[in-house]
T-cell receptor, first 114, second 113 residues
């Protein structure tokens, strides 16, 4: 158990809908990273938040957004869903400073868009 | 050309074999190199990381980095059926405040009893 929690575990929804994925980092970790894992693309970085502030964006679609709250949990919002958005979504957390590159992953949310 | 290349396998070995997993990369700015293990339908689990070039050993696992060749390896000694999983290499740059990981696509390993 990495100490990172994600809810829900599974999500099935229809095209055009909007969903929210939730992540709670390990105790004391200030950074939250979101990744998408699909069969064809592998694990791809989406976005990084540090202590409530957005720090970097990767291959994140404009239909997707995220935020990190004062209690450090993070939410990833996916809207106008398309079939191609079906994937595993992981968040990872890391400490501040030394060791910030060590990222610990949650169990993921499996999103199925029908 | 993808930044990180990893042979997807699958790789099937008998129990007790030495397993070698490899990745190549193109971005010379990468400084931290990680290996993650991912069981089916689970999140990636950090096995070990290495900074810059060199070797690092942790139990049955040894990670090697050759920056001159842009080549990293993970060796598993005395492989066990419980080692059966997908192994992902990942790497990131040094400095700054964002350590986004760039992953290989993973190698599926099966260790047969």
């Amino acid at each position: 158990d990495s100490g990172v929690t994600q809810t829900p575990k599974h999500l099935i929804t229809a095209t055009g809908q909007r969903v929210t994925l939730r992540c709670s980092p390990r105790s004391g970790d200030l950074s939250v990273y979101w990744y998408q894992q699909s069969l064809d693309q592998g694990l791809q970085f989406l976005i990084h938040y540090y202590n409530g502030e957005e720090r970097a964006k990767g291959n994140i679609l404009e239909r997707f957004s995220a935020q990190q709250f004062p209690d450090l949990h993070s939410e990833l919002n996916l809207s106008s869903l398309e079939l191609g958005d079906s994937a595993l979504y992981f968040c990872a957390s890391s400490v501040k400073g030394q060791g910030a590159y060590e990222q610990y992953f949650g169990p993921g949310t499996r999103l199925t868009v029908t | 050309q993808k930044e990180v290349e990893q042979d997807p396998g699958p790789l099937s070995v008998p129990e007790g074999a030495i397993v070698s997993l490899n990745c190549t990369y193109s971005n010379s700015a990468f400084q931290y190199f990680m290996w993650y293990r991912q069981y089916s339908r689970k999140g990636p689990e950090l096995l070990m990381y290495t900074y810059s070039s060199g070797n690092k050993e942790d139990g049955r696992f040894t990670a090697q980095v050759d920056k001159s060749s842009k080549y990293i390896s993970l060796f598993i000694r005395d492989s066990q059926p419980s080692d059966s999983a997908t192994y992902l290499c990942a790497m990131t740059k040094s400095g700054g405040s964002n350590y986004k990981l760039t992953f290989g696509k993973g190698t599926l390993l099966t260790v047969n009893p």
